[in-house]
């Protein structure tokens, strides 16, 4: 059974930082890059970041690059998410993803998704 569970998502102010956590079953993590996608009302799921098995090359968002940051911990079958100088427009919901990059579409699996909502 293939599962992502994602925490860590809230209320925050402009300009302040979340830490979103993504833990995923030992048969998903093992072997597979993960990614970060946000979903805003009315718009489509877009990519954020993504971090391969075994950690050594990501990519990001022009959205985001400098202000967010991914990485995993292969020990504890987890990937986060460090977000800083957030801003109103990263107010989505935030999707884990295990098997892609950065299209929607290579991605067999995703959690359920924690929303982050960033108060100007």
């Known amino acids: 059974q293939v599962q992502l569970v994602e925490s860590g998502g809230g209320l925050v102010q402009a300009g302040g930082s979340l830490r979103l956590s993504c833990a995923a079953s030992?048969?998903?993590?093992?072997?597979?890059?993960m990614g970060w996608f946000r979903q805003a009302p009315g718009k489509e799921r877009e990519f954020v970041a993504a971090?391969?098995?075994?950690?050594?090359?990501?990519s990001y968002a022009d959205s985001v690059k400098g202000r967010f940051t991914i990485s995993r911990d292969n020990a504890k079958n987890t990937v986060d998410l460090q977000m800083n100088s957030l801003k109103p427009e990263d107010t989505a919901v935030y999707y884990c993803?295990?098997?892609?990059?950065?299209?929607?579409?290579?991605?067999?699996?995703w959690g359920q998704g924690t929303q982050v909502t960033v108060s100007s």
């Open positions: 030992r048969r998903t993590f093992s072997t597979s890059a």
């Open positions: 971090i391969t098995w075994s950690g050594s090359r990501s």
């Open positions: 993803g295990a098997g892609g990059w950065a299209r929607i579409y290579e991605y067999a699996w």
